[in-house]
């Protein structure tokens, strides 16, 4: 990585978490839907990232998050198993040879591959935020029912990011 990647991925990590932090936290659709965006930054990171470096990243960012919240390491164990599922996806869908690109963005990878990626990543992260936050099985519908339309915000709100900052590339 050189360090203008370094620079821009610094920049995204504060600008999204002061997002989350200052204007979503606080915002939500009846306590049933709330979004996270601060995934993408997670999701954003260069393809030649070492899994080591990919994981205390994440996990950094979690525990940041964790403090800001007030949540005692459920946004950190939710962005570790983000972590996980990008680096599998990653591997299963692309040849590492092959890819020339910088970063798994909607720029470079087109719609379809970007959305299915953001897609089972967030599912994955919101599943264990949210099952970790309740606790109980008892409330199983109503933990789904919040995962599912959290979900479905995140997904829209990053998916709209990354169509106002994206860039045509010639593939």
Not at 57 to 81: K, N, R, S, W
Not at 101 to 108: G, R
Not at 118 to 131: T, W
Not at 145 to 165: A, K
Request: charged share 10%; proline share 3%.
């Amino acid at each position: 990585m050189n360090s203008r990647t370094i620079i821009i991925n610094i920049v995204r990590w504060v600008l999204l978490l002061f997002v989350q932090v200052f204007l979503l936290k606080n915002m939500g659709f009846y306590d049933l839907s709330t979004p996270f965006i601060y995934v993408l930054f997670l999701l954003l990171l260069p393809f030649n990232i070492p899994n080591i470096l990919l994981y205390i990243i994440a996990f950094g960012t979690g525990l940041t998050l964790d403090a800001f919240y007030d949540t005692m390491g459920v946004h950190a164990t939710a962005c570790v198993v983000l972590a996980f599922v990008r680096i599998s996806f990653i591997a299963i869908s692309l040849n590492k040879d092959a890819h020339d690109d910088p970063e798994p963005s909607l720029s470079y990878m087109g719609f379809q591959w970007f959305a299915l990626y953001s897609l089972l990543c967030i599912i994955a992260h919101h599943l264990v935020l949210f099952f970790l936050e309740a606790f109980k099985l008892s409330e199983i519908g109503y933990t789904l029912i919040r995962c599912g339309l959290s979900v479905i915000f995140t997904v829209l709100l990053i998916l709209l990011i990354e169509f106002i900052f994206y860039k045509r590339t010639s593939r």
